[in-house]
C-alpha cells in the first residue's frame, strides 16, 4: 500500500532551483506531521525541513536555512520543498516522511517518522 510519494528531483546547475512534492495516502494522510531528509552516498540520513500539518509551523536544517521553503496544500494531501540556489553539496536521494503522532515542534531524527517514500534523486553540477 503506497503512502508518500515523492517527485520532482531531477539535474540542476548549482545556483538553480527544483521543486519536490510528496502526495499522502492512506494511513500517511492523516499524519500530522511531514518531513524531508536527504542522504549522500556513504552519509547518514540528515534532515532538511519539516512542517506540523495541523500549525503550519516549520523547521529547517542549518545547511538549508534560506534556500529551502516547506509548504503544503491541505486540498491535495501534499507537501512541498522549494529549493533555490542549489549548491553541490545539495546532492542526495530526498525522502519525504511522516508521523502521525501528535509532535510540539517537528521531530528531526529519521527514527521518529513512521512512514517514508521511496526517495528521488536530486544531483546539482558544478
Known amino acids: 500500500q503506497v503512502q508518500l510519494v515523492e517527485s520532482g528531483g531531477g539535474l540542476v546547475q548549482a545556483g538553480g532551483s527544483l521543486r519536490l512534492s510528496c502526495a499522502a495516502s492512506?494511513?500517511?494522510?492523516?499524519?500530522?506531521?511531514r518531513g524531508w531528509f536527504r542522504q549522500a552516498p556513504g552519509k547518514e540520513r540528515e534532515f532538511v525541513a519539516g512542517?506540523?500539518?495541523?500549525?503550519?509551523?516549520?523547521d529547517y536544517g542549518d545547511s538549508v536555512k534560506g534556500r529551502f521553503t516547506i509548504s503544503r496544500d491541505n486540498a491535495k494531501n501534499t507537501v512541498y520543498l522549494q529549493m533555490n540556489s542549489l549548491k553541490p553539496e545539495d546532492t542526495a536521494v530526498y525522502y519525504c516522511a511522516a508521523d502521525s503522532s501528535v509532535w510540539v515542534r517537528v521531530p528531526t531524527i529519521p527514527g521518529k517518522y513512521d512512514y517514508w517514500g521511496q526517495g528521488t534523486q536530486v544531483t546539482v553540477s558544478s
Open positions: 492512506g494511513r500517511a494522510s492523516r499524519s500530522d506531521v
Open positions: 512542517i506540523i500539518w495541523s500549525r503550519g509551523s516549520t
